[in-house]
């Protein structure tokens, strides 16, 4: 897989709520594209993967589903995010913020010569 | 609460599995859809496009089955997989199936109903503020025979200065016994009966309770001794005998000469502190006629201990209070030796905890109760063999499938489930259909344990701690038969189950074992029940010395006082009932647990150390009860108490020893003031008198017809009618003579109507109970244990037709295989029985207080279970054994 990186299962939660915050009510092909597209395709997304990840935040209730006509009229499965999941995204997203911070931090300091 | 709500949708979605499933494939076909069209306005051909977007998902297959994984949780789906699996094994196999469930059901069934009965009499806390706290005030007190004697009973006097020295560490209340009163709401024609107590003032408030209408009882109506007529009635009978009319408050009714009024209901749980009873009048102590008697003890005390507060400290408080009030009382004691006095003294006050309240039915039936738990409990284990044995069976004759399952990548863990899961389904239907029995049954068996004439009462809830106990038994069960088969089904290997060769050997053992098992429970059941059951033929058997035939004991009260004169003047007005052929009167019945005692002196000496036991009698009275005449004669109308004596032989031999008493004199002695003397007219024949069971007493009887010191006659409240019928059903005379009394003289009315018979049966309720239940477990465990062993037999002989088809071919006898089948299982009934057998010696010593007369080492008590045992196991051993004889060599041979 070399040079692309995979996404892993909490920063993928992360990623769907963010999308669905900027977009609003999307299907899942789209969420999955629109990761790629933002990740600036350095992501390599296996779709497949994307599904349970929605079922699962649906079950915890951050995520509300709905069948609907797709820009091009078809058939799909749309999602919104929900009262509980706005709350969620901002709690993980400070969370991250706090974390990518500390590790930041933590690699920037300078090697203490011994 | 995310994962809680995540849970429940998957758990629901383990019900709509079709639907979700439905769902995920057009999702995902939608899914593709869109890549494939913006695949195809990339420019690539349609296959290419179609081959790309499967790539990028990942496989469909795949897809579809990680989002299951998180839809269901899988356990639980393999678990409902099980458990259709399991049942569809168990309808496969109807017979063994329905016989397993039913004797399963039996077990728990009988098991429900003993602890429903023990719960409510022994365990069930009161519907109390703090039951915990709740604490029954006892004496233990060394009798004149050096037994020790635990009594409950307090005089008022007594109470009012312990109250008042516990003040501050425990709220004091009385209760008195429960009291089954004769009570009328309006004419005197309408008597009815109630259960009635006499309670403090603050016992309601100290117990936390309401009341549903009205008022309850206060301090205040417990101020003045016979100042405060005023009742309140529980729930359950104002709605038995009001249906809950509102406008019963003010309602009033007499006991006796008192006129009370109804002031108030009490909340609807509480029906006193006497489990066996329902209290439902409370009436305020210093209503009662001995309120403020120093020597009767009618009333039980109870003490709240506040939170905190030391029981010992209060204990030692109290017991020296309660001791000086008695050294106090008996300064008038004259008739009493100072050793018999220092005897009586020496007691030693305890705290009772009475969580579930203090009864003597709860006294009574205690350890019968425990011993009826055990039977079941022995029952239980035997039915829980018996399936088990059912289990291991099937295990092996599915030790392909589970070869197969394991070789093709099942896991242990999911064997052991599989195999669970089927028990659990056996337990549970076995567990609904015992409630079912236990719904009826508990009612039944506590039927057994009543006296006819005066029904025992209690509260059976089917509530949440029966359902708990039930559901603790179905686990308790599950694991019980299903856990061995489960880890030997799971440990099957796969290799040498395929081939067909499994160890056999192992698997009979096993069988064997439950087997012996199963015997040793069934004669330690069949043993105990032989004991119960010839205890009971032994107090049956007893001589009463008088003939109960045909004799009704008409149990008479007056409204007020009459001479006992009067008396004697009614039993010759009843003589001209048709039907009646004698009538005598006494002052109580034989055997009706009366017993009136004092000690007596002889030519002046000193109190004796054997008490004497006296009645009352009428002339005549001898020879409506047939109690022969040794020497001397009975009554006549001129002998009078003081003046006159019958005694028994007991009596003679004990005070005269062996010298003619006639004609001598003995003096009774009173606890206080003078005694009397009494000439000895007559002896009789000894009878029982008080009890069945126990020594012949010493017994005195005296003219009923008694006179003050001025010489005229006394007057009399109470005495028993006996009446000799001339048909063979004395209680056909019933109504008749209850209507013949008040028409003899007005102040005369009958409040209770038994015959002598009933009187007998009701001093062995409890061993006909033990007996009538011991027996009936006995079938059943003889039965369960007789299907275990045909079922194993049965079994080992299919599993060995190879054997012994070949074992045939080269020419074995009949006899040969018979005994090549039976007897290393009849081996194991002899080393089961055996061990039962010693169980059974060993649990003797902790019934011993059920048993009458009985050496549980007779031969005859022995020999019963054993070839009960023996004959049930013959019975069992013949189809199995006709089979194995019949098996042909050559389809056996052919068969594998």
């Given at each position: 897989m070399g040079d692309k990186n995979d996404v892993w299962q909490g920063t993928l939660a992360l990623m769907v709520l963010k999308t669905l915050q900027t977009l609003g009510a999307l299907h899942g092909y789209g969420i999955a594209r629109r990761i790629e597209q933002t990740s600036g395709d350095l992501l390599s997304l296996n779709y497949g993967t994307l599904y349970p990840a929605l079922l699962k935040l649906e079950q915890e209730g951050y995520i509300a589903s709905e069948w609907g006509v797709s820009d091009n009229n078809r058939k799909a499965k749309f999602y919104k995010l929900t009262r509980a999941g706005r709350k969620q995204l901002e709690r993980e997203a400070r969370e991250w913020e706090q974390t990518t911070e500390i590790l930041a931090r933590f690699l920037s300091s300078k090697e203490q010569p011994s | 609460m995310n994962w809680l709500r995540a849970l429940l949708a998957r758990l629901q979605n383990l019900f709509r599995k079709e639907q979700l499933e439905r769902d995920l494939d057009n999702e995902l076909a939608s899914h593709l859809e869109l890549h494939v069209a913006e695949n195809l306005r990339a420019g690539m051909s349609p296959q290419e496009a179609r081959r790309i977007a499967l790539l990028k998902l990942g496989g469909l297959e795949q897809t579809k089955e990680s989002v299951r994984d998180v839809s269901l949780i899988p356990w639980l789906d393999s678990l409902r997989r099980d458990a259709v699996f399991g049942w569809r094994q168990l309808a496969k196999n109807k017979i063994t199936s329905i016989a397993a469930v039913l004797s399963l059901a039996l077990a728990i069934g009988a098991c429900t109903s003993a602890f429903r009965l023990i719960d409510a009499i022994l365990l069930r806390p009161l519907p109390i503020a703090h039951p915990e706290n709740l604490y029954y005030l006892g004496r233990l007190v060394v009798d004149s025979n050096g037994s020790l004697h635990d009594f409950d009973g307090w005089a008022y006097p007594d109470f009012q200065l312990m109250r008042t020295a516990a003040k501050d560490q425990a709220t004091l209340v009385a209760v008195s016994y429960d009291l089954r009163a004769d009570l009328t709401y309006k004419s005197d024609q309408e008597i009815e009966k109630a259960h009635i107590v006499y309670v403090s003032g603050d016992m309601f408030s100290s117990f936390g309770i309401k009341p549903a209408l009205g008022r309850l009882l206060t301090p205040e109506d417990d101020a003045i001794p016979g100042a405060s007529p005023v009742a309140v009635i529980s729930f359950d009978y104002w709605t038995r005998?009001?249906?809950?009319?509102?406008?019963?408050?003010g309602k009033t009714f007499q006991i006796g000469n008192d006129l009370f009024q109804i002031v108030g209901v009490s909340q609807p749980s509480f029906t006193g502190t006497e489990p066996g009873t329902m209290t439902e009048i409370f009436l305020p102590t210093m209503m009662n006629s001995d309120a403020t008697r120093k020597d009767s003890t009618w009333h039980r005390t109870f003490a709240i201990v506040k939170p905190g507060a030391a029981i010992e400290p209060l204990r030692a408080k109290l017991d020296s209070v309660s001791r000086a009030f008695e050294t106090e009382r008996s300064k008038s004691w004259h008739n009493e030796s100072p050793q018999e006095i220092a005897r009586f003294l020496d007691q030693t006050l305890y705290f009772g905890p009475a969580p579930s309240g203090a009864s003597g039915f709860q006294q009574g039936n205690r350890s019968a109760l425990y011993a009826l738990a055990v039977l079941v409990f022995l029952v239980l284990l035997i039915a829980c063999v018996n399936v088990a044995n059912l289990m291991t069976a099937q295990a092996t004759a599915r030790a392909r499938e589970m070869a197969l399952r394991v070789s093709i990548g099942a896991g242990r863990r999911h064997l052991l489930q599989l195999v669970l899961v089927e028990s659990a389904i056996l337990a549970f239907l076995s567990s609904a259909l015992g409630a079912l029995f236990a719904a009826r049954s508990a009612p039944f068996v506590l039927g057994t344990i009543n006296p006819p004439d005066n029904p025992v009462r209690l509260a059976l809830p089917a509530d949440w701690r029966v359902l708990l106990f039930g559901i603790a038994l179905t686990v308790f069960v599950t694991c019980l038969f299903g856990l061995l088969p489960a880890l030997r089904a799971s440990s099957v290997q796969p290799a040498s189950a395929l081939k067909g060769g499994d160890n056999l050997h192992v698997r009979h053992r096993l069988m064997h074992v439950l087997i012996a098992a199963q015997v040793a429970f069934c004669f330690l059941v069949l043993f105990v029940s032989g004991l119960f059951v010839s205890t009971l033929q032994n107090l049956s058997r007893q001589p009463l010395g008088f003939s109960a035939d045909r004799l009704l004991v008409l149990d008479t009260v007056t409204r007020a006082p009459v001479s006992s004169l009067a008396w004697l003047q009614l039993a010759d007005q009843l003589r001209s009932v048709p039907g009646v052929e004698r009538v005598s009167v006494a002052s109580r019945a034989l055997l009706d647990d009366y017993s009136n005692n004092n000690s007596i002196s002889i030519n002046g000496s000193g109190p004796s150390e054997t008490i004497a036991y006296f009645l009352h009698v009428s002339p005549g009275w001898l020879d409506t009860m047939k109690i022969p005449l040794v020497d001397g004669r009975d009554f006549v109308a001129a002998d009078t108490d003081p003046g006159a004596a019958i005694v028994n032989e007991t009596f003679a031999k004990t005070f005269?020893?062996?010298?003619?008493?006639?004609?001598k004199s003995f003096n009774e002695l009173y606890m206080e003031g003078p005694g009397a003397n009494f000439r000895i007219a007559g002896v009789v024949r000894d009878s029982r008198y008080q009890q069945i069971r126990g020594a012949t007493l010493p017994v005195a009887y005296l003219p009923f017809y008694s006179v003050t010191s001025a010489g005229a006659p006394t007057t009399e409240e109470r005495a028993a009618l006996l009446v000799r019928t001339a048909s063979e059903n004395p209680l056909a005379l019933a109504s008749a003579l209850r209507k013949a009394v008040p028409l003899a003289r007005a102040e005369f009315r009958v409040t209770n109507l038994r015959s002598q018979q009933e009187l007998i049966q009701a001093q062995t309720v409890r061993e006909r109970f033990l007996a009538t239940l011991a027996s009936f477990f006995s079938v059943v465990a003889l039965l369960l244990a007789s299907v275990g062993l045909y079922g194993v037999l049965h079994y080992s002989v299919l599993q060995r037709r190879r054997e012994i088809g070949i074992r045939m071919a080269i020419g074995a006898q009949a006899g040969n295989i018979a005994r090549v089948v039976v007897v290393d299982a009849l081996s194991m009934v002899l080393v089961g029985a055996v061990a039962g057998l010693a169980a059974g010696l060993l649990s003797v010593r902790y019934l011993e207080s059920f048993f009458y007369q009985v050496k549980p080492t007779d031969i005859g008590i022995l020999a019963f279970p054993a070839v009960a045992i023996f004959a049930a196991a013959l019975l069992a051993a013949v189809p199995p054994l006709l089979r194995a004889v019949r098996v042909d060599p050559m389809i056996a041979l052919r068969y594998e």
């Open positions: - | 005998r009001f249906a809950k009319d509102p406008n019963v408050l005269f020893k062996g010298t003619n008493p006639i004609g």
